[in-house]
T-cell receptor, first 116, second 115 residues
Framework: ETGVTQTPRHLVMGMTNKKSLKCEQH?????MYWYKQSAKKPLELMFV???????ENNSVPSRFSPECPNSSHLFLHLHTLQPEDSALYLC???????????????FGSGTQLSVL | AQSVSQHNHHVILSEAASLELGCNYS??????LFWYVQYPGQHLQLLLK??????LVKGIKGFEAEFIKSKFSFNLRKPSVQWSDTAEYFC?????????????FGGGTRVLVKP
């Protein structure tokens, strides 16, 4: 266990559905991330939150809407997704030391999403 | 923007063989470099990282990586692999001092070690 918990582990949804992915960490980290892992493609950074503030949106379509109510929780709200959005969505967290030395990311196990 | 290239998508080798996985990055500034590993059915976890000092970095489970700045490379090595090293290996880079630790990953290399 890494200390980063993601739910649900698997999700199947239709293109007209609205669903949310949840990520939770109690490691005392101040940064949280959403990554997308598709078959045959590199891990793609989607969003970064530092101290609950979004600091990075990597040109993600608006059908993905993140929410970070506090430093321990991160959500990814999904609506009107497309079949090509099917992927493993990984949440990660890290401390923010401000040293620029590259903090270690702690990853969750991911949510395997299938869009029909 | 930075990018990361991993040359081999799949590697198959026998136990006790030596392993070297290539990683090259593209970025004009100072970087931090990482290798992450994902064992079957497990989460991604950090294997080792480099941010300064000795360019030869030693990580867990007998892995090491060498940063060669002139070649923009950070290759991963292990002298003698075990069956338990079967996993997918990801090289990653982030610009030094970048806010939020924005990591760019390579496409990954799947390693299969035959017993």
């Amino acid at each position: 266990e890494t200390g980063v918990t993601q739910t649900p582990r698997h999700l199947v949804m239709g293109m007209t559905n609205k669903k949310s992915l949840k990520c939770e960490q109690h490691l005392g980290h101040n940064a949280m991330y959403w990554y997308k892992q598709s078959a045959k493609k590199p891990l793609e950074l989607m969003f970064v939150y530092n101290f609950k503030e979004q600091t990075e949106n990597n040109s993600v379509p608006s059908r993905f809407s993140p929410e970070c109510p506090n430093s321990s929780h991160l959500f990814l709200h999904l609506h009107t997704l497309q079949p090509e959005d099917s992927a493993l969505y990984l949440c990660a967290s890290s401390p923010l030391t401000g040293t620029g030395q590259g903090e270690k990311l702690f990853f969750g196990s991911g949510t395997q999403l299938s869009v029909l | 923007a930075q990018s990361v290239s991993q040359h081999n998508h799949h590697v198959i080798l026998s136990e006790a063989a030596s392993l070297e996985l290539g990683c090259n990055y593209s970025y004009g500034g100072t970087v931090n470099l990482f290798w992450y590993v994902q064992y079957p059915g497990q989460h991604l976890q950090l294997l080792l990282k480099y941010f300064s000092g000795d360019p030869l970095v030693k990580g867990i489970k007998g892995f090491e990586a060498e940063f060669i700045k002139s070649k923009f490379s950070f290759n991963l090595r292990k002298p003698s692999v075990q069956w338990s090293d079967t996993a997918e290996y990801f090289c990653a880079v982030n610009a030094r001092g970048a806010a939020g630790n924005k990591l760019t990953f390579g496409g990954g290399t799947r390693v299969l070690v035959k017993p």
